[in-house]
């Protein structure tokens, strides 16, 4: 253990200050009159002791309703580090994470692609970073007109009519689709359908944000070859069924080739398809969900559109709608409110910048690299669907049992320098490892990765026991799993 792996507060020595402010305003603030309330600013702004006095407790003097239940008896233990500590301290936590900018990341179903720098300069110019919502319309024309253009590049690359910006991320999006279901039916007095078809190997949201609408989950299955069962969904349409969720590749990174099928028989039964839009990478400017017969839909731009996903950053999930549902759609559909403009910006940039043509090399070039990785790697790994894959695809465990784990292998990974691929999901297979390695990457980043794989397997036989203990070489090792979720322990005692 490092000298800076201390927690900040083991760091603090009583008085130690990060900088000085000038006296003035802070000098005589004892004499402020009791009912003004401290700004958040002068709490941060101040040193340590400075803070402990003026801590939430003026922050909230104003506030009378707040009352005096939520004020702090004890002075607020801050801790008084100097700068250089603070700059070692934080220098060195951002060294023990993991990101896309560190190392590759292949996390199937969520798209950790490289996003190009110039997105972030982009969403970060000052006339854009500066708007305020309540600003008057005819001062922002330039903030409204990125949602009108990225309406417009987005029913583009979907063939969708128009997209609302509100919801902030795919789960969100998908909540917003399946009200917009429910209203198409409720409006026209079809109040029986209660019920939604999610297959097996859907994304948890599906299942997750059809329950919070208030519908029934139907779940189809999927045959041998990874597929929604035809016959199987033909057993299940009937006039209590809304509509049906897919996403298309599917989870398994396979194209539901029975689309226009499926799409005739959910509408001959008067339901609605709902395209997961998530996984949208495979596909950009290669087909459209809306020319596969989808009426709803929601883009992940994080993940798809040059935003990094994972860790519960911001995100935006717009949904896209089919003429028959646009009536439902909120208007106005352009305003100053409408969702994580920053996050929009950044996707505008990069669809811009790659243009009509290039956007579709992005989706051809990760299905290339994850057909390579499969190929590469199928003679040591298991591999239950062997067909051609899109962005992704599943192995299922080690091929020669030693009681090595998917769990084993994708610690292993991050020994090597690689984030470990998504493990135990879909749920259809019991070791299920899921590799994405998406577009950005380099021949030789792959070949990289394959070989450490071939040698987490050339390892799995000679040492499980070794395996079983990764990793070695991480600032934490194994933390018992369940006790990390369960109880995890967060705060500084
Ligand atoms: C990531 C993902 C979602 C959910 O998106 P969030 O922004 O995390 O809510 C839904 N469906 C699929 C297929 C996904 O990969």
Same mark, same amino acid.
Do not use: W
């Given at each position: 253990?490092?000298?800076?792996?201390?927690?900040? @507060?083991?760091?603090?020595?009583?008085?130690?200050?990060? @900088?000085?402010?000038?006296?003035?305003?802070?000098?005589? %603030?004892?004499?402020?009159?009791?009912? %003004?309330?401290?700004?958040?600013?002068t709490v941060r702004g101040g040193t340590a002791s400075e803070a402990q006095r003026w801590g939430p407790k003026d922050v909230f003097q104003g506030q009378a309703a707040a009352g005096s239940r939520i004020w702090r008896e004890a002075p607020l233990d801050l801790p008084e580090v100097s700068e250089v500590d603070v700059v070692r301290h934080y220098t060195n936590l951002s060294q023990m994470n993991f990101g896309v900018d560190t190392g590759f990341y292949p996390l199937g179903s969520c798209t950790m %692609?490289?996003?190009?720098?110039?997105?972030?300069?982009?969403?970060?110019?000052?006339?854009?970073?500066?708007? $305020?919502?309540l600003q008057p319309n005819e001062t922002v024309k330039g903030a409204l007109e990125v949602y009108v253009g990225m309406d417009k590049a987005l029913a583009a690359i979907t063939g969708m009519k128009h997209f609302t910006f509100l919801p902030c991320a795919g789960a969100h999006g998908e909540l917003t689709g399946l009200m917009l279901m429910r209203e198409y039916h409720q409006s026209r007095g079809d109040t029986a359908r209660t019920k939604v078809i999610v297959p097996d190997s859907a994304h948890g949201t599906n299942?997750?944000?059809?329950?919070?609408?208030?519908?029934?989950?139907?779940? +189809?299955k999927s045959k041998e070859n990874g597929l929604v069962d035809v016959d199987a969904l033909k057993g299940l349409l009937g006039p209590d069924i809304a509509g049906i969720m897919l996403t298309n590749p599917n989870t398994l990174g396979l194209f539901e080739r029975d689309i226009k099928e499926?799409?005739?028989? +959910? $509408?001959?039964?008067?339901?609605?398809?709902?395209?997961?839009?998530?996984?949208?990478n495979p596909l950009l400017g290669v087909v459209r969900p809306g020319d596969m017969g989808f009426d709803i839909m929601h883009l992940n731009l994080h993940k798809t559109f040059s935003t990094p996903h994972g860790g519960g950053g911001p995100g935006a999930g717009p949904v896209g709608v089919s003429d028959k549902v646009l009536p439902f759609l909120h208007i106005p559909r352009v305003s100053g409110f409408h969702g994580n403009f920053g996050i929009i910006l950044r996707a505008y940039a990069y669809i811009l910048m790659l243009g009509r043509e290039h956007i579709k090399l992005a989706g051809k070039l990760a299905t290339l690299g994850a057909n390579y990785i499969k190929e590469s790697l199928k003679d040591c790994y298991k591999l239950?669907?062997?067909?051609v894959c899109k962005h992704e695809f599943v192995f299922d465990g080690l091929l020669e049992d030693n009681g090595v784990t998917t769990?084993?292998?994708? %610690?292993?990974?991050?020994?090597?320098? @690689? $984030?470990?691929?998504?493990?135990?999901?879909?749920?259809? @297979?019991?070791?299920?490892?899921?590799?994405?390695?998406?577009?950005?990457?380099?021949?030789?980043?792959?070949?990289?990765f394959i070989a450490v794989m071939r040698r987490i397997a050339e390892e799995a036989k000679a040492d499980p026991e070794m395996l079983h203990g990764a990793p070695h070489d991480t600032p934490i090792g194994r933390p018992d799993e369940t006790t990390a979720a369960r109880q995890p322990v967060l705060k500084y005692e």
């Open positions: 253990m490092k000298y800076y792996d201390k927690l900040i @507060f083991e760091l603090s020595k009583p008085g130690r200050i990060g @900088f000085s402010l000038p006296e003035t305003l802070l000098a005589d %603030k004892q004499q402020l009159p009791p009912k %003004k309330p401290a700004t958040l600013g %692609k490289y996003n190009p720098k110039i997105n972030e300069e982009i969403a970060n110019l000052p006339g854009f970073t500066g708007l $305020h919502p299942p997750a944000s059809a329950a919070v609408c208030g519908l029934d989950i139907v779940v +189809v499926i799409a005739q028989l +959910v $509408h001959d039964c008067g339901g609605l398809l709902y395209y997961d839009g998530a996984n949208m239950p669907i062997p067909t769990l084993d292998v994708a %610690k292993r990974l991050l020994d090597y320098g @690689f $984030h470990a691929p998504t493990i135990y999901f879909p749920l259809l @297979f019991h070791q299920a490892i899921m590799i994405e390695p998406t577009e950005t990457e380099s021949l030789e980043t792959l070949d990289a």
